[in-house]
Nanobody
């Protein structure tokens, strides 16, 4: 079965760093864009950052300069390096990817189950 599995979440102090990973597995022909979203309690899910197959990135203004998204196409994995973390970064972080499951197929959007990031002293 095709799935996205996140790892790397946890508890960190303000100013600290975390690195999230998301690996796509299963029968996948190719992966187009990948990204990270987050959702804090009582808030809507928001885009944190995205990266195209070729490596072009976008970021939410709130994380620009602090977070870096990257990917390893050989490993079907996307990463989110989070530095200078703030309490307001606390949220469940979700991996997202547009997957091509067969040759000639259209992209299908998939979500990971989410990983908790808590920034607190």
């Amino acid at each position: 079965q095709v799935q996205l599995v996140e790892s790397g979440g946890g508890l960190v102090q303000p100013g600290g760093s975390l690195r999230l990973s998301c690996a796509a597995s299963g029968s996948i022909f190719s992966i187009n864009a990948m990204g990270w979203y987050r959702q804090a309690p009582g808030k809507e899910r928001e885009l944190v950052g995205s990266i195209t197959r070729g490596g072009s990135t976008t970021y939410a203004d709130s994380v620009k300069g602090r977070f870096t998204i990257s990917r390893d196409n050989a490993k079907n994995t996307v990463y989110l390096q989070m530095n200078s973390l703030k309490p307001e970064d606390t949220a469940v972080y979700y991996c997202n990817a547009d997957l091509i499951l067969r040759w000639g197929g259209d992209s299908v959007n998939y979500w990971g189950q989410g990983t908790q990031v808590t920034v607190s002293s």
